[in-house]
T-cell receptor, first 114, second 112 residues
Framework: ETGVTQSPTHLIKTRGQQVTLRCSSQSGHNTVSWYQQALGQGPQFIFQYYREEENGRGNFPPRFSGLQFPNYSSELNVNALELDDSALYLC?????????????FGSGTRLTVV | SQQGEEDPQALSIQEGENATMNCSYKTSINNLQWYRQNSGRGLVHLILIRSNEREKHSGRLRVTLDTSKKSSSLLITASRAADTASYFCATIMDTGRRALTFGSGTRLQVQP
């Protein structure tokens, strides 16, 4: 059974550029959530995908968007990057979108915007 | 916004001692989960306690939940240097958004 895989592990982008982060969910998991973690803080919920549809969204602007594919893998896209977007981006998968599940997290993508 | 707050923010103990971390939250919850994070990398799920449970054990971990006080505690017994990490509590609300809401974490340092 494979865990959650994220790519790339590190990324440096220039302000104003666009970035795509990728996530492969754990085998058997159909729900993927994305979180942003600033240095020294707890993760903040960006959005969740279930059956290729967005299933909930946190307080992030529309320039944060995502996709889920039929194999349950997912992408996070961020347009018009800002310096404050520098953070660790974490993907988590779960058995379903219900409330009673634990989450399996990937190791994250460290994004630096300069 | 953060749902919960962990206390203390940082904790340093000797190997073999017990470590206790506390978490408070604000809204009615379906369950509360504890996660460990090593060196700013991915989070590892430790334990999930449902709102109708008061105590749960997993190996050297003991979690309590007091919904009347909207608080939880994580006890790590007989700590090891490998337990050095940041520990986060996260809640899933009873209604509305079905997503984890994290606290700010406790940084635990276990001295060998």
């Amino acid at each position: 059974e494979t865990g959650v895989t994220q790519s790339p592990t590190h990324l440096i982008k220039t302000r104003g550029q666009q970035v795509t982060l990728r996530c492969s969910s754990q085998s058997g998991h159909n729900t993927v959530s994305w979180y942003q973690q600033a240095l020294g803080q707890g993760p903040q919920f960006i959005f969740q995908y279930y059956r290729e549809e967005e299933n909930g969204r946190g307080n992030f602007p529309p320039r944060f968007s995502g996709l889920q594919f039929p194999n349950y893998s997912s992408e996070l896209n961020v347009n018009a990057l800002e310096l404050d977007d520098s953070a660790l981006y974490l993907c988590a998968s779960s058995l379903g979108p219900g409330r009673g599940y634990g989450y399996t997290f990937g190791s994250g993508t460290r994004l630096t915007v300069v | 916004s953060q749902q919960g707050e962990e206390d203390p923010q940082a904790l340093s103990i000797q190997e073999g001692e017990n470590a206790t971390m506390n978490c408070s939250y604000k809204t009615s919850i379906n369950n509360l989960q504890w996660y460990r994070q090593n060196s700013g990398r991915g989070l590892v799920h430790l334990i999930l306690i449902r709102s109708n449970e008061r105590e749960k054990h997993s190996g050297r971990l003991r979690v309590t939940l007091d919904t009347s006080k909207k608080s939880s505690s994580l006890l790590i017994t007989a700590s090891r240097a490998a337990d050095t990490a940041s520990y986060f509590c996260a809640t899933i609300m009873d209604t509305g958004r079905r997503a984890l809401t994290f606290g700010s974490g406790t940084r635990l340092q276990v001295q060998p």
